[in-house]
T-cell receptor, first 115, second 118 residues
Framework: DTAVSQTPKYLVTQMGNDKSIKCEQN?????MYWYKQDSKKFLKIMFS???????INETVPNRFSPKSPDKAHLNLHINSLELGDSAVYFC??????????????FGPGTRLTVT | AQKITQTQPGMFVQEKEAVTLDCTYD???????LFWYKQPSSGEMIFLIY??????QNATEGRYSLNFQKARKSANLVISASQLGDSAMYFC???????????????FGKGTKLSVIP
């Protein structure tokens, strides 16, 4: 079974549209994340979500909004898509305890292309 | 200032040889963690190895070892006996102490593209 899954794997859409990317983890982890990987392969945190608390990277436009219906899911909604939103989006999860550091498990990524 | 610096955009290594990928970091926290991830051309992110700031011994995982030099703030990845399947992007990442919000975000370096030559 896949630990962290994302759908869709590829998403091609036009500027101005609204789209969502879904993420699910079956690891029982407490925290989930969204990362953006640009064309130069640079990975940057967008959001982290833990126990219903959302931490937002201040550089993320408010067109991006994460939605967590439950602990196993963290979906990413994007409004009014722009060309610069084209990237690979990775979902990740980890089990975070204050006295232990665990690795983050990444989903397979969603390649978003905005035309 | 960058928190994670990987100075080698690309590296070549002969198959079966060892290779060191450099990573330096910048933090004022006493408690932090350092990670290495591998991203093959297929795109997935694969966790390789972790080193905690309080760990006294260098981490090892199979052919991967982390050369942790705390005073120099470096956490270099050493891959022994390189294989063709090691050709990939390698990312160093840091996780700093909890800000109180209860989650730990990774800050990534820009990556090093490793090519293993047969």
């Amino acid at each position: 079974d896949t630990a962290v899954s994302q759908t869709p794997k590829y998403l091609v859409t036009q500027m101005g549209n609204d789209k969502s990317i879904k993420c699910e983890q079956n690891l029982g982890h407490d925290t989930m994340y969204w990362y953006k990987q640009d064309s130069k392969k640079f990975l940057k945190i967008m959001f982290s979500y833990n126990n219903k608390e959302l931490i937002i990277n201040e550089t993320v436009p408010n067109r991006f909004s994460p939605k967590s219906p439950d602990k196993a899911h963290l979906n990413l909604h994007i409004n009014s898509l722009e060309l610069g939103d084209s990237a690979v989006y990775f979902c990740a999860s980890s089990q975070d305890l204050w006295d232990r550091v665990y690795e983050q498990y990444f989903g397979p990524g969603t390649r978003l292309t905005v035309t | 200032a960058q928190k994670i610096t990987q100075t080698q955009p690309g590296m070549f290594v002969q198959e079966k040889e060892a290779v060191t990928l450099d990573c330096t970091y910048d933090t004022s926290d006493q408690s932090y963690g350092l990670f290495w991830y591998k991203q093959p051309s297929s795109g997935e992110m694969i966790f390789l190895i972790y080193q905690g700031s309080y760990d006294e011994q260098n981490a090892t995982e199979g052919r991967y070892s982390l050369n942790f030099q705390k005073a120099r703030k470096s956490a270099n990845l050493v891959i022994s006996a390189s294989q063709l399947g090691d050709s990939a992007m390698y990312f160093c990442a840091m996780r700093e102490a909890d800000s109180g919000a209860g989650s730990y975000q990774l800050t990534f370096g820009k990556g090093t593209k490793l090519s293993v030559i047969p």
